[in-house]
T-cell receptor, first 117, second 113 residues
Framework: AQTVTQSQPEMSVQEAETVTLSCTYD???????LFWYKQPPSRQMILVIR??????QNATENRFSVNFQKAAKSFSLKISDSQLGDTAMYFC??????????????FGTGTRLTIIP | KAGVTQTPRYLIKTRGQQVTLSCSPI?????VSWYQQTPGQGLQFLFE???????NKGNFPGRFSGRQFSNSRSEMNVSTLELGDSALYLC????????????FGPGTRLLVL
């Protein structure tokens, strides 16, 4: 079974600074999909970024980028120029390819990020 | 496009009762997945439906069931509620459910007394 580990339960950073959230995972598959979701106090789960394992290029989405290290099974999220609205719980998630017959997301335990004004 | 909607948003039940939660996916999405979120267990997969068929199921007791209608709307039912069923229930939809990004609804917060 796949596992996703987020070793930082809580982090805080000053507004406008850069912060990196860590995520490691365990899988025997060579192809898979990785996601970062944020869950603000409203509890709505919002997609931040997605990475396909077969793509070597790291995904980016405006101020959000990932550092995907396939061999190390590491998938960290970097938030640049952090804003107050980035305050949220961040979840790293893993999905196997569809031909394995399991479309579910496996989530890590989350990192609570607080942006300090 | 409207996002995923879930009703009701909040629910209070007592032990032994049953509850039905509803989820309407994004227009055109045919796959609906359900997740339970609790402080102790985190986010856990319940089941996934596609074209009115349950395609995947997580490790939950038979008290948890679901269904999907021809318009892709989905319901989940929990019978004989237990205190431990208190949780945020999240629904997510995707186009076909295969290797695709899942988009989440706002959740239904269930409190069992």
């Amino acid at each position: 079974a796949q596992t996703v580990t987020q070793s930082q339960p809580e982090m805080s950073v000053q507004e406008a600074e850069t912060v990196t959230l860590s995520c490691t995972y365990d899988t025997s598959e060579s192809n898979y999909y990785l996601f970062w979701y944020k869950q603000p106090p409203s509890r709505q789960m919002i997609l931040v970024i997605r990475q396909e394992a077969y793509k070597q290029q790291n995904a980016t989405e405006n101020r959000f980028s990932v550092n995907f290290q396939k061999a190390a099974k590491s998938f960290s999220l970097k938030i640049s120029d952090s804003q107050l609205g980035d305050t949220a719980m961040y979840f790293c998630a893993f999905m196997k390819p569809w031909n394995f017959g399991n479309e579910k997301l496996t989530f890590g335990t989350g990192t609570r990020l607080t942006i300090i004004p | 496009k409207a996002g995923v909607t879930q009703t009701p948003r909040y629910l209070i039940k007592t032990r032994g009762q049953q509850v039905t939660l509803s989820c309407s996916p994004i227009s055109g999405h045919r796959s609906v997945s359900w997740y339970q979120q609790t402080p102790g267990q985190g986010l856990q997969f319940l089941f996934e439906y596609f074209s009115e068929t349950q395609r995947n199921k997580g490790n939950f007791p038979g008290r948890f069931s679901g269904r999907q209608f021809s318009n892709s709307r989905s319901e989940m039912n929990v019978s004989t509620l237990e205190l431990g069923d208190s949780a945020l229930y999240l629904c997510a939809s995707s186009l076909q459910g295969r290797e695709e990004t899942q988009y989440f609804g706002p959740g239904t917060r269930l409190l069992v007394l």
